[in-house]
């Protein structure tokens, strides 16, 4: 699987948007970007995934570059329970392989 | 909202003993996974499983780990004989054939060899 990049921590005050990046310089065609977070304590929790355009749900958005080399997840409130680490995972959707191998994410810190 | 469950959520074991970790996926799921993560470490892929029959493993599942769905609801891992090594949480997932690209986890089972 190709190799994320992302920082191992952030913060951000409460109620103010969170950009969280990762790179993925070597992604495949076929790859898609997936996004996950474990909160304190618990299992990890889908958050949004795409492909090539910037896709938003109830919990965030993703943009991703033109070259697919790199993509952020946007939270645009960050609440206290948003304290949790994001795990940017790449999987090739196309072949039923749906296993997904975690980096070390980025853990955010959400400052009241 | 559906939930996967697991059972225990914490179990202690002596070494060299078995152990069976028990998962209730989401009723209309059809992929069934197990990931542990060590304590501290990242989250790792165990294995896979459609269809009554395991779709991938990872280096980690060796013939030490089984994994069986014994009825039409439950999911379970076995580790025959454990090791110290094999403490950690693990965690167990499911997902829809048609939405795939979400995983549902359950809240984990604390494996503790001593």
Redesign the interface.
């Known amino acids: 699987d190709a190799k994320t990049t992302q920082p191992n921590s952030m913060e951000s005050n409460e109620e103010e948007p969170v950009h969280l990046p990762c790179n993925h310089s070597t992604i495949s065609g076929t790859d898609?970007i997936?996004w996950?977070r474990?909160l304190p304590s618990?299992?990890?929790?889908?958050v949004i995934?795409g492909l090539t355009s910037n896709v938003n749900n109830r919990m965030a958005s993703l943009a991703i570059a033109e070259d697919r080399k790199s993509s952020t997840l946007i939270l645009h409130r960050a609440t206290l329970r948003d304290a949790a680490v994001y795990?940017c995972i790449l999987?090739d959707?196309q072949t039923?392989?749906?296993?997904?191998?975690?980096?070390?994410?980025t853990r955010l810190t959400v400052i009241p | 909202e559906p939930e996967v469950t697991q059972t225990p959520s914490h179990q202690v074991t002596q070494m060299g003993q078995e152990v069976i970790l028990r998962c209730v996926p989401i009723s209309n799921h059809l992929y069934f996974y197990w990931y542990r993560q060590i304590l501290g470490q990242k989250v790792e892929f165990l294995v896979s499983f459609y269809n009554n029959e395991i779709s991938e493993k990872s280096e980690i599942f060796d013939d030490q780990f089984s994994v069986e769905r014994p009825d039409g609801s439950n999911f379970t891992l076995k580790i025959r004989s454990t090791k110290l090594e094999d403490s950690a949480m693990y965690f167990c997932a499911s997902s829809d054939p048609y939405r795939s690209y979400e995983q549902y986890f359950g809240p984990g089972t604390r494996l503790t060899v001593t």
């Open positions: 898609y997936h996950y474990q618990q299992g990890p929790e889908y995934h795990y999987r959707d039923g392989a749906n296993n997904l191998f975690f980096g070390t994410g």
